[in-house]
């Protein structure tokens, strides 16, 4: 299993306030402490679509932790790409990598949340976001296909015609693989099609999917 379970594999996860104070350093959102490097454990409040710095646990309150929620990251914030967010838990670079073995070679994920309620404006709530640690509360998603089909997928995951058919199909507040093996994602050749509904425009159908999203 790539995810780590934030309750059986909590024998692993070191805080952030642990390992500063043994002193680890920063680099790129990663704790370095004598040789080791330590990934963070994103957690599915930590992102949203299309933004993988959605919350971060810098600044957390004693009243946003009793209700769930995170500090989000501002305008000024997102405009710096330097400004990374910082997790609750950290885990050993060797532990994630074992888990992903013969899974993923690849420096990034797709991930989407694993609860969903009628509340949000959006079911499938799903982002992009770096080789880190992934707690079981965000399900991943592998594909062998080029990048550039698989940010097509990641637009298909984000558009509003797959959540029009997540919101009529999901019951409870969990999104399984098995309900997300029942929307309409589109298969991978698709993407290279014509657009039907212009054609002789030379548009094909992954360059529209950024347009319903």
């Known amino acids: 299993?790539?995810?780590?379970?934030?309750?059986?594999?909590?024998?692993?996860?070191?805080?952030?306030?642990?390992?500063?104070?043994?002193?680890?350093?920063?680099?790129s959102g990663r704790l370095v402490f004598e040789q080791q490097e330590y990934l963070p454990l994103i957690e599915a409040k930590m992102i949203h679509q299309f933004d993988h710095r959605f919350g971060t646990y810098e600044g957390q309150t004693e009243a946003g932790a009793n209700q769930g929620k995170l500090p989000e990251l501002d305008d000024d914030a997102h405009a710096d790409p330097h400004k990374l967010t910082v997790a609750r838990y950290y885990v050993e670079r060797a532990e994630v990598e074992e888990?992903?073995?013969?899974?993923?070679?690849?420096?990034?994920?797709?991930?989407?949340?694993?609860?969903c309620r009628s509340t949000d404006q959006r079911t499938v709530i799903a982002s992009l976001l770096p080789r880190v640690a992934v707690g079981h509360s965000m399900p991943l998603l592998f594909s062998n296909q080029p990048p550039a089909r698989v940010a097509m997928l990641y637009a298909n995951l984000c558009s509003f015609v797959l959540d029009y058919a997540a919101r009529q199909k999901v019951g409870g507040t969990n999104m399984t693989y098995g309900y997300m093996k029942q929307f309409p994602i589109l298969p991978p050749d698709t993407y290279d099609r014509p657009c039907p509904w212009s054609p002789g425009s030379g548009w094909r159908i992954g360059s529209c999917l950024g347009c319903w999203s």
């Open 99 to 115: 888990r992903l073995i013969g899974r993923t070679e690849r420096e990034w994920f797709i991930g989407w949340r694993n609860i």
């Open 1 to 27: 299993m790539a995810m780590l379970h934030m309750a059986n594999d909590s024998g692993l996860f070191k805080t952030f306030e642990e390992l500063r104070i043994l002193g680890a350093t920063q680099r």
